[in-house]
């Protein structure tokens, strides 16, 4: 009987944005559903999405995940468009600050990472941030490369 009850795991990571933390200051990060169709799911379970250019945009009053890149399943005849703008879903009062705080000068809502919640769900992770200047990014480059020397030589005396 040890097979019978797999629980999903959780946290399934399908796509994750890696630069987006390179070019945003991330203020404020929530989760949010995404309404897909069945080849999108189907897509999604084998791994297969593109989050690196997308970001989250308003129209109607609604969030949706813009230029998300979902390629089309092997199925056949009933696929979907791979780079379709999807409607994002949250409470009303999560919509409300996001697109809120989007209008403010500068912030954006950026998809960190796509993925599988518990239940089978899938969740995309927005992170509402503002752009990085150019000088940001070299002192970030920096820091990062001090704070490797700096772990390798205490390594090195101990």
Do not use: C
């Not at 089978?120 to 000088?135: D, I, P, S, Y």
Request: glycine share 8%; hydrophobic share 35%; aromatic share 6%.
């Amino acid at each position: 009987m040890a097979g019978k009850n797999k629980k999903k795991q959780s946290g399934n990571s399908v796509a994750q944005n890696r630069r987006a933390r390179f070019d945003y200051n991330i203020i404020d990060t929530l989760e949010a559903g995404i309404m897909l169709t069945g080849t999108e799911v189907k897509s999604l379970r084998l791994g297969r999405a593109s989050i690196g250019e997308s970001f989250a945009g308003e129209r109607n009053n609604e969030l949706f995940l813009q230029n998300a890149h979902i390629p089309e399943y092997n199925s056949g005849v009933f696929n979907h468009e791979p780079r379709r703008p999807r409607k994002l879903l949250l409470h009303a009062r999560e919509l409300d600050k996001m697109i809120e705080a989007i209008h403010r000068k500068g912030m954006s809502l950026i998809p960190l990472s796509i993925y599988f919640n518990d239940r089978g769900l899938a969740k995309v992770q927005l992170g509402l941030g503002e752009g990085k200047k150019r000088q940001d990014k070299r002192e970030a480059l920096k820091k990062q490369d001090w704070d490797r020397q700096k772990a390798r030589l205490m390594r090195e005396q101990s």
